[in-house]
């Protein structure tokens, strides 16, 4: 039966069953081949009660690829469809049962892409996400969306979600076409209920390295303040570390970011979420530093100048630097500043300093984040005075050894002061490279 139908163990196929006013549909992962020529198939007894189906159902089986025209059958639209049609789809009333998948891609990228494997209903607003950061594709960026709706009595991602570690690229075309193709990072946008994990709003996740979820979490906390939903880098669950998971098979060395956010979160800010994530990636593969440095003993500094950082892609003042080797060991020290001369107690206790240090890896062709640090300002014997905040410090660096290739690093920052009740007020902002003492 499988090979008829052109698919096999440990891929998707659709299940239907009923007509009229009975039928249902969704999808299910192959687990095992019966013997050939009985014409059974088992389902488990969540995967029944999943489709909402009768125990003793019969089924029609088809597996998830097809030509373009053949649209009953396959989880995706032919590529000649434009967005503007496919999201017509989403704005029906009912919802049509329906799975398609999209891949924005120019066939070359390697550098960046931005996927949701569960959009539409499934977990709203993921795919929404990955639009509004790239509507397009790019020479460096790609995306690759699952967008599904389900008019019956249950809900979408009980009848078309499949687990991030089980799709399977011969299932879904699309994602075949990249997989393979080591995208310096990948990224997965997800969703989950408020009670699968009440204590946080955002989970980063994924075998990105952790300084770099860090990195991740800390921009979109500062995306998110004042909203009460707290980011953790290291989730205690829906964590994302599998190998197997396709945002990890994707990337690099198997490094991919998987972002899940609660409902909470998606609802209400799924915008801010998607905005602070694509600054971010922007200030590694977007963003011409506005200094280049050269450190070879003595300190350096490079300064915005200003606030027009605050209006690109990246958000933040951006300065690359190269640590020349040294014959001794020479540690330096890495800081942002902002000037905090004549601030009142009120706007000095509201101005906030925030540096993340990437160093490059020529034989990665990518940015691996080294760490960070945040300083708020704290009024003291009547003038203001440069604070960490929280376990914050300065970030420390070694300069290569003699014979040893010079290291680049490119060092991303803001300055910003927090009114009570108004936006941020971008100031100008300093990174500084200093030999330790």
């Not at 699968?196 to 390295?209: F, S």
């Not at 990246?314 to 190269?322: I, M, S, V």
């Not at 906030?352 to 034989?363: A, D, N």
């Amino acid at each position: 039966m499988l090979t008829q139908l052109g698919t096999g163990v440990g891929r998707q196929v659709r299940v239907r069953t009923g007509s009229g006013a009975t039928f249902g549909e969704g999808l299910c992962t192959v687990t095992a081949a019966l013997d050939a020529g009985t014409g059974v198939v088992r389902m488990h007894t969540e995967g029944v009660t999943r489709l909402d189906m009768a125990p003793d159902a019969g089924v029609v089986l088809t597996a998830l690829h097809g030509t373009n025209n053949d649209k009953a059958g396959i989880t995706y639209h032919a590529p000649t469809e434009t967005e503007a049609e496919l999201n017509a789809l989403q704005a029906q009333s009912p919802k049509p049962n329906e799975l398609l998948e999209r891949l924005a891609d120019d066939g070359l990228n390697n550098t960046l892409i931005y996927t949701a494997p569960h959009g539409g209903s499934i977990e709203m607003q993921t795919a929404e996400q990955v639009e509004r950061i790239a509507p397009a594709s790019t020479p460096k960026v790609s995306t690759w969306r699952v967008k599904g709706w389900y008019a019956g009595t249950n809900n979408a991602k009980d009848h078309w979600h499949i687990t991030s570690t089980d799709l399977h690229e011969a299932s879904f075309p699309s994602l075949g076409n990249v997989l393979g193709r080591d995208f310096r990072y990948a990224v997965s946008f997800h969703g989950y209920s408020d009670a699968t994990y009440p204590d946080a709003g955002v989970l980063v996740g994924g075998r990105e390295d952790e300084v770099f979820r860090q990195g991740v979490a800390e921009v979109i906390t500062d995306a998110l303040r004042g909203k009460n939903l707290e980011v953790l880098h290291v989730p205690p669950k829906l964590a994302g570390f599998e190998p197997e998971n396709f945002v990890n098979r994707l990337a690099l060395d198997g490094k991919g970011l998987q972002i899940e956010q609660s409902n909470t979160a998606r609802v209400n800010h799924w915008d801010l979420i998607a905005d602070a994530v694509k600054a971010h990636y922007a200030c590694l593969i977007d963003t011409t530093a506005e200094d280049a440095l050269t450190v070879a003993g003595s300190a350096q500094t490079g300064s915005s100048n200003g606030t027009g950082y605050d209006s690109t892609g990246c958000k933040q003042y951006a300065a690359d630097f190269t640590v020349n080797a040294r014959a001794v060991p020479t540690p330096y020290r890495v800081s942002a500043s902002t000037s905090l001369a004549g601030l009142s107690q009120a706007d000095c206790t509201k101005t906030e300093w925030y540096l993340s240090l990437y160093r490059w890896s020529p034989s990665k062709a990518r940015y691996h984040r080294v760490g960070g640090s945040r300083g708020v300002g704290s009024y003291q014997t009547g003038s203001c005075q440069p604070a960490f905040k929280g376990t914050y410090g300065l970030v420390p660096i070694q300069a290569p050894s003699t014979g040893a290739p010079a290291d680049q690093y490119r060092a991303v920052a803001w300055a910003r002061r927090h009114p009570d009740s108004a936006p941020y007020v971008p100031l100008p902002v300093s990174v500084s490279v200093s030999p330790a003492p």
